[in-house]
């Protein structure tokens, strides 16, 4: 026949808690101390969120029984909730020592020492709770995702890969591989593991979502879209699905479904934080809603910064904003800021931290001011410039041959050369939008080839970053073939290791010049050698990309000194944090 505590089990299992709760004080009021029942009534208590209660029953049932380690860590599961992850991590510690055979006291310390940021802590729990199982899937994920937040992909990898032996039919476990692949820079082992996992969950809209990404990385961007409209269609609210699309869509050609899209997601969610456990500092990052930012991917050290992305022109009045060490503008185009220059204008001036590429410093970049902005620099040849609007007539103070650049454009996308007058007229019949328009110099080395040479500013010191070899007056590194040429790759070697021989002085003089009136945190120059030594500038701005080659890779010889612009940025960091306490 089925006892009091039968019947009280029952209902609490049911999720009857008030039943339940008047069952286990009807058995205190005969037994006060039977420590099993304080402890039920307290788990009771914990989940009808009455914290006080909860942690005052569970103490008294360790009062009386304090050799029983499950106490402990429903006692640490009260206080993990009211965010006391001290407190809990204490008593799941004092779990362990007493069954250190508990899987469930290893794994729950594990979570709050990931918590508090005590990434070695958290580690040593899991491998503990391997010790116990050795195939403990949920050890080999906690140690995965400790690994792939400290920027340790491969390692992150091999424990996942664990997970999917241990449980091959696990989405999540495939997911989580094919993330770490990816950043390792094995795109299509990333791929083949989102892949498994929508043939495991072909709902699984957060796998979707990764081929969407992936695809896109690598220019795919009928298969990107195709992927992130399959995640929408699954989960019609996912913020980074709608941010990701907006992105291809703009990139091929459809700005208003693209605005769309970017509305959705900004209007939802404007901003978004990504932690690191062993942050020595954290960054609000300044962005507008469009393509005018900068490409800050590997610029932030995930593991020494925690980013805070902020999409300010969505900002609600008086939105609170998590804490933060230093401020850094992300919108690098001035042409393309938009709404979002107002209030990052205002913000800056009366937000108190540290900014790091003030806007207006970032506005004077635009093309046609940057010649006054380096004006008189020696050894520097800087092409005027001229604004053009529609159905404005061409500047006449330009000499042809002619660049036509449509504003707000990078890569050279619309670019055209009008060799003389008639060229230039049969262009102006065609033309709908805004263009700049500046005098072409003709920059070709004596053996028939374009070079143009592209140095990043950190701090306004400049560093060596690429030269781009090519048979075509419209140089850029990714269609210049360069590892296809040992030479070409020979020549910008020799520039990375020792620009000051390829440039002369007078050229790092000149460079070294525009750093200083550029004046901002971190900026890029992209030019060319004209024959008597001057340095031809094409363009001075934030929007300059860095990112690391494959180690394994024939663009290896770069790393080198990506790595000196990366330390050299995070040094400035530190050192811009320090001076604002």
Not at 38 to 65: F, P, S
Not at 88 to 108: I, T, V
Not at 156 to 175: G, K
Not at 348 to 375: F, H, I
């Amino acid at each position: 026949m089925p006892t009091l505590l039968d019947d009280a089990l029952a209902r609490h299992r049911a999720g009857q808690l008030d039943e339940a709760a008047e069952a286990y004080r009807r058995l205190l009021y005969a037994a006060p101390d039977r420590a099993d029942v304080l402890h039920l009534l307290g788990n009771v208590e914990y989940q009808r969120n009455d914290a006080a209660v909860a942690i005052r029953l569970i103490e008294r049932a360790i009062a009386l029984e304090p050799r029983i380690a499950v106490y402990r860590i429903s006692l640490g599961n009260v206080y993990r909730r009211g965010g006391d992850l001290t407190s809990a991590a204490a008593r799941y510690r004092e779990a362990l020592e007493l069954s250190p055979d508990s899987l469930l006291a290893a794994a729950s310390l594990a979570g709050a020492l990931h918590g508090l940021g005590d990434v070695a802590g958290a580690a040593d729990a899991w491998r503990a709770a391997l010790r116990i199982d050795p195939r403990h899937a949920e050890a080999w994920t906690g140690l995965g995702d400790l690994a792939l937040e400290l920027g340790q992909p491969r390692d992150a990898a091999r424990c996942y890969r664990q997970v999917a032996i241990i449980d091959p039919e696990s989405a999540p476990a495939w997911l989580k591989l094919g993330v770490a692949s990816v950043r390792q820079g094995d795109a299509p082992a990333g791929l083949a593991a989102f892949e498994r996992a929508l043939a495991l969950n072909p709902a699984f809209a957060a796998a979707h979502y990764n081929i969407g990404v992936v695809s896109a990385e690598r220019l795919e961007f009928e298969a990107a879209e195709a992927a992130l409209r399959r995640a929408l269609a699954i989960a019609p609210d996912y913020v980074d699905a709608h941010v990701n699309l907006s992105a291809v869509l703009q990139k091929t050609g459809r700005a208003s479904e693209a605005r769309r899209h970017r509305e959705a997601a900004y209007r939802r969610v404007c901003l978004f934080v990504r932690r690191s456990p062993v942050a020595r500092r954290s960054v609000l990052i300044l962005f507008d809603a469009g393509t005018g930012n900068i490409n800050l991917s590997h610029l932030f050290s995930p593991v020494h910064n925690t980013v805070i992305d902020w999409f300010i022109e969505y900002a609600p009045a008086g939105q609170t904003l998590p804490p933060h060490d230093l401020v850094f503008n992300g919108m690098g185009d001035p042409d393309m800021t938009g709404p979002a220059a107002a209030p990052a204008e205002r913000y800056v001036a009366e937000c108190g931290k540290p900014v790091l590429n003030l806007p207006s410093r970032v506005a004077r970049t635009a093309r046609d001011q940057l010649p006054a902005l380096l004006d008189g620099i020696e050894g520097l040849c800087v092409p005027k410039v001229r604004r053009v609007e529609p159905g404005d007539p061409w500047p006449t103070d330009l000499a042809c041959p002619l660049l036509l650049r449509p504003i707000a454009t990078h890569g050279g996308s619309g670019l055209q050369r009008a060799a003389d007058a008639e060229e230039l007229a049969r262009i102006g019949s065609d033309r709908a939008g805004t263009v700049f328009v500046s005098e072409f110099h003709d920059f070709r080395s004596a053996d028939g080839c374009w070079r143009k040479y592209r140095v990043i500013f950190v701090g306004g010191r400049p560093y060596p970053y690429h030269l781009a070899i090519s048979p075509h007056w419209l140089v850029h590194y990714a269609t210049a073939d360069m590892p296809a040429h040992p030479w070409k790759l020979d020549e910008e070697r020799r520039f990375l290791e020792a620009p000051e021989q390829v440039l002369g002085e007078q050229g790092m003089r000149a460079l070294e010049a525009v750093g200083a009136r550029l004046d901002l945190a971190y900026a890029g120059i992209d030019f060319s050698l004209l024959p008597d030594g001057r340095i031809l500038v094409f363009e001075a701005n934030p929007v300059m990309l860095v990112h690391p080659e494959d180690p394994a890779g024939v663009l290896a010889h770069k790393n080198a000194c990506i790595a000196r612009i990366l330390d050299a940025f995070e040094a400035l960091l530190e050192q811009t944090v320090a001076a604002g306490r």
